[in-house]
């Protein structure tokens, strides 16, 4: 299951308190192309995210802008 439309720290705490592992949302990033994806993540992405909560971030789609 993906929790979609994650916007804030506390929505995020309560979604990995309760067993959350893959979020997507304004939290994370606003929409982005598919050619910025790989970098964004790469560069950007706190590894708070993925290390401390066991939260893996969903690829937007391909057609996102």
Same mark, same amino acid.
């Given at each position: /299951?993906? =929790?979609?439309? =994650?916007?804030? !720290?506390? @929505?995020?705490?309560? #979604? *990995?308190?309760?067993? *959350?592992?893959?979020? @997507?949302?304004? #939290?994370?990033? $606003?929409? #982005? +192309? *598919?050619? =910025?994806? !790989?970098?964004? /993540? $790469?560069?950007?992405?706190? +590894? $708070?995210?993925?290390?401390? $909560?066991?939260?893996? #971030? /969903?690829?937007?789609? *391909?057609? +996102?802008?």
């Amino acid at each position: /299951v993906v =929790v979609e439309g =994650v916007e804030t !720290e506390e @929505q995020l705490s309560l #979604l *990995a308190n309760h067993g *959350a592992h893959r979020i @997507q949302g304004y #939290l994370v990033s $606003r929409p #982005l +192309a *598919a050619a =910025v994806f !790989e970098d964004f /993540v $790469r560069d950007y992405v706190p +590894a $708070r995210y993925a290390r401390e $909560r066991s939260i893996h #971030l /969903v690829k937007p789609a *391909a057609d +996102a802008a």
